[in-house]
């Protein structure tokens, strides 16, 4: 079943189009994670949920309910911010049941699930404080604990790990995906980080411009990604790409050249000779060495070590960088001049357009 | 600190320190001279009040023979319910206007800007024609609907000020958790406006207490006029009786100083606030 349902979904602010004709289902008990850049739509494709913005135009349908011109409190959603929100002149237990007071849910039961919240996210403790008295982390507990006791058919999140520092952001990431299998809750999930949406996300949407680019399983969009977009947000660092052309089409392989690697053949499939292609590999595929259907050589430029790994940021013949992840140990030195190489199943093709061509 | 540092910041409390001699100064005179017999006043003006001037006869006579606990009662209430008013409509005209947009919202906002440019008394004619008609003529009533209108556009800029700089996600984490509009500007909204209506309370409160004018033309009887006006009973053409004047001057101070000596911490952090973000 449908949880949430969003049929042509868009919004202008004038002349400028915010949203264009959005569409996406999301089951019960999915988590989704909407990504992209700063300024893609998603956050306000998320608000558009919650019924804090308008559309312009289209559906969103909630449990089976059309919500469009519901508010935000009868639509059966609950949302975290990333600013927490708290109210602050409210105590930790007052913060969870103030909202409840106005939607008939009765006192015993506002304790009963304040109480549940509460042993699930571990505040039992910090019932009685203030949100000034607590830490980053604490305070989003909170917040999240706030949305759970409004029991919602889908929860809001509005990347709520941003405002935390690192350590704090993986191990809360980790709770919010141990609370998603508890809840067996329906969570729409927007963030800026790529590594996040990977971790946590059943299905990824990823957003750019106001459209959705792709949505996929995180593996699917790592392994076989529709489009350039795509290709070159997830993954860090990003994958690298090269232009190239089709040089000649015989025996069904086409020879493929272009600046700064070597020529090599593919299966010729849907190619002609003179199509315009990039070709994708990440960073991580490339190693050094000789043998590999792909070769590409440079002058080593910087090496940004990481521990395990290290980043080699390579000046190709023509001119330009790309990155290739070496293990820690194996790192080439500033200058050195070196070849790397990817097997072809780790090789993406896309077409003049920006598609990815399956070979 | 160097020596020119030390230099500029001498310089800046000398400046400081002459201002408030010059504020304070004339309210300690006022004051020192309430407790001194009527020769000592004019004798030596400047001198505290000692052992042989020492003398009550000016609160003696001003609480005894004048009607100087009705001023007082008057000026309170006029002061108190023009105050919570301003606060009450102040503290909805700002929210409406700054969280709602709606048609002539921008233009109301104008409307109301125009009230701090343009002062109340120039209007003194027509309010004056008004009230009379009205049957209002001589009632505190007037008086607090003039300090209300008075007060609310000053109150209403500063609130609003307040209002934008209380985070958005607070009202859509409240609107997202079903709390009715009314109840998110009571409950989320108003409580952490404290210290901006302390400042709001400041501002409106002390020109209205002090204020002569408009009880000098809407009221006419003993029985509605305040304390500054009552004061002036005392100042006759061909004598003043300073003793009084002084000691109901002293007396009219009083509450002022104890308002801004209670608000003081909350009106600091209201008035810098906004400043440093």
């Known amino acids: 079943m449908s949880n949430l349902r969003i049929d042509h979904l868009y919004k202008r602010y004038g002349a400028a189009t915010v949203l264009d004709d959005i569409n996406l289902g999301i089951e019960t008990g999915e988590f989704v994670v909407l990504v992209g850049p700063s300024g893609c739509g998603k956050s306000t494709l998320l608000r558009m949920i919650a019924g804090l913005d308008g559309a312009s135009g289209g559906d969103i349908h909630i449990a089976g309910k059309l919500v469009n011109n519901l508010a935000p409190a009868a639509r059966g959603i609950a949302m975290v911010f990333q600013s927490y929100a708290l109210y602050p002149h409210m105590n930790v237990r007052k913060n969870m049941t103030f909202g409840l007071k106005f939607t008939g849910v009765a ?21 009685e404080r203030y949100p000034r008295d607590l830490s980053g982390g604490q305070r989003q507990r909170v917040a999240i604990g706030r949305a759970i006791v409004r029991e919602p058919a889908v929860f809001l999140f509005d990347e709520p790990l941003s405002n935390l520092d690192a350590a704090l952001r993986v191990s809360t990431r980790v709770e919010i995906a141990n609370l998603h299998r508890l809840l067996k809750a329906t969570i729409v999930y927007v963030t800026h980080d790529q590594v996040e949406a990977m971790t946590l996300a059943d299905r990824i ?7 959705i680019e792709q949505v996929g399983k995180p593996l699917d969009l790592y392994y076989a990604p529709a489009n350039l977009f795509v290709a070159g947000f997830i993954g860090s660092p990003a994958m690298n790409f090269f232009a190239a052309k089709v040089e000649s089409v015989a025996g069904g392989r086409a020879r493929v050249t272009g600046a700064g690697f070597r020529s090599f053949d593919l299966p010729a499939a849907s190619l002609n000779v003179g ?26 430029e910087l090496v940004e070590r990481l521990g395990e790994a290290s980043f080699a940021h390579i000046r190709r013949p023509d001119d330009k960088l790309f990155v290739a992840e070496v293990r820690g140990r194996e790192a080439p030195a500033v200058g050195e001049k070196t070849t790397l190489v990817a097997a072809a199943q780790d090789v993406q093709v896309f077409d003049a357009a920006g598609l990815r061509i399956s070979i | 600190m160097t020596i020119e540092q030390r230099a500029r910041s001498a310089g800046v409390h000398l400046v400081l320190l002459a201002y408030s001699a010059l504020a304070i100064g004339p309210i300690l005179l006022v004051v020192m001279n309430s407790f001194k017999a009527r020769s000592a006043i004019f004798g030596a003006p400047l001198a505290p009040p000692d052992a042989s001037t020492f003398s009550l006869i000016g609160y003696d006579k001003v609480l005894r023979s004048s009607n100087i606990l009705t001023y007082y009662s008057n000026s309170l209430i006029v002061t108190l319910v ?37 002062p109340i008394r120039l209007g003194s004619v ?48 409240a609107r ?36 002569l004018w408009f009880p000098l033309i809407l009221t006419s009887s003993d029985k509605t006029h305040t304390v500054t006006l009552g004061v002036q009973q005392f100042l006759g053409q061909y004598i003043t009786d300073w003793n009084s004047v002084l000691a109901a001057l002293s007396m009219a101070i009083l509450p002022v100083v104890m308002i801004y000596i209670i608000l003081s911490r909350q009106l600091i952090a209201g008035l810098t606030s906004g400043a440093v973000k």
């Open chain 2, 126 to 173: 027509a309010i004056l024609n008004m009230m009379r008609s009205a049957g209002l003529n001589d009632t505190l009533t007037a008086l607090i609907l003039v300090y209300v209108a008075q007060g609310l556009p000053m109150s209403i800029f500063i609130l609003s000020e307040f209002i934008q700089q209380i985070p958005r996600d607070l009202r859509d984490a």
């Open chain 1, 275 to 300: 199509d315009t292609l990039t070709i994708g590999v990440r960073p991580e595929h490339l190693s050094r060495g000789t043998n590999g259907a792909f070769a590409v050589e440079g002058i080593v």
């Open chain 2, 176 to 211: 997202c958790d079903g709390v009715p509009e009314t109840r998110i500007f009571l409950e989320v909204i108003a409580p952490l406006l404290r210290p901006a209506i302390a400042t709001v309370a400041v501002f409106t409160i002390v020109p209205i207490w002090n204020d």
């Open chain 2, 82 to 118: 023009s105050m919570a008013l301003v606060l009450l409509f102040g503290a909805m005209a700002a929210w409406a206007l700054t969280e709602y947009r709606f048609r002539g919202s921008t233009l109301l906002g104008l409307f109301l800007s125009i009230g701090i440019m343009v």
């Open chain 1, 107 to 127: 006192p015993a039961e506002r304790e009963k699930r304040v109480a549940e919240a509460a042993r699930m996210l571990r505040l039992e403790e910090l019932l």
């Open chain 1, 205 to 211: 949407v990823v957003m750019n411009k106001g459209r």
